[in-house]
């Protein structure tokens, strides 16, 4: 298996009349943008298998920020994403599309990625827990690092009915305003331990993860989440599974 590599498609696009361009999220060189020659064509044997979801085994060469595929296998059929769970997924890819570097290692982001996707073909409920424990690991993997167990002011532990208010770069400081940026000590104890036991915690880690992913994400909207929006249109649900924007 010299020179395989496990990964997923991100995201694809038609290039010239038979080709594909590719977004892959790879396990040992992170993101890489592929070219997947003739792979469109009538006769190729990859267009079953270059879709997103599909675990792969693939191999690529040449130089620049744009490689050529030189072969691809699916290890297993595609993992069953439908209805809210496949704008789930397709969230989480386009985030991932979106914020990693191209060409930078992030092995053990796969794994976290391989069982959120893995999770949400499971999933019989919300999607939502799953959605904002992936988007906790991503922040920590990008390097964002945060005390939520105590006070950026004092050092002292938080306690569940105090309010803190979070401030970029420095962490969670006790205060009396209640904006969009504060937060209780009992939802800073939920995010710390990525468990979410009711609304009201899963409300407020749905608020942090976009705060926290606003900077890294930039100013263009997710197409995923205008998906979302015209899926829950059509199909109305009482618990919006993706973090969309405020009124």
């Not at 694809?12 to 592929?34: A, Q, W």
């Not at 942090?208 to 205008?226: C, D, N, Q, V």
Request: glycine residues 8%.
């Amino acid at each position: 298996m010299d020179g395989w590599q496990r990964a997923f498609v991100l995201h694809g696009r038609p290039y010239s009349e038979t080709s594909l361009l590719l977004d892959l999220f790879t396990e040992s060189h992170g993101r890489i943008k592929l070219l997947a020659k003739g792979a469109r064509g009538r006769r190729s044997h990859l267009k079953g298998c270059l879709q997103p979801f599909t675990p792969l085994l693939v191999r690529w060469g040449g130089k620049g920020g744009v490689k050529t595929l030189r072969a691809a296998e699916a290890v297993s059929l595609s993992l069953p994403l439908s209805g809210l769970t496949l704008y789930s997924g397709l969230y989480v890819n386009e985030v991932l599309d979106r914020v990693l570097e191209a060409e930078t290692p992030y092995s053990s982001l796969f794994f976290d990625y391989l069982e959120c996707i893995q999770s949400l073909a499971g999933v019989s409920g919300s999607p939502e827990r799953i959605l904002r424990r992936f988007e906790l690991a991503l922040l920590s993997h990008l390097g964002y690092g945060i005390d939520f167990l105590h006070c950026a002011g004092s050092g002292e532990p938080v306690t569940d009915q105090m309010t803190y208010r979070y401030r970029a770069e420095k962490g969670f400081i006790a205060s009396l305003v209640v904006d969009h940026f504060s937060f209780t000590g009992r939802d800073l104890q939920a995010l710390a331990n990525r468990e979410f036991p009711d609304v009201d915690t899963l409300k407020a880690a749905k608020r942090f993860t976009r705060i926290a992913l606003k900077p890294y994400l930039g100013g263009k909207p997710l197409k995923s989440r205008e998906l979302f929006r015209q899926f829950t249109i059509k199909k109305p649900s009482s618990d919006s599974a993706l973090p969309v924007d405020e009124p």
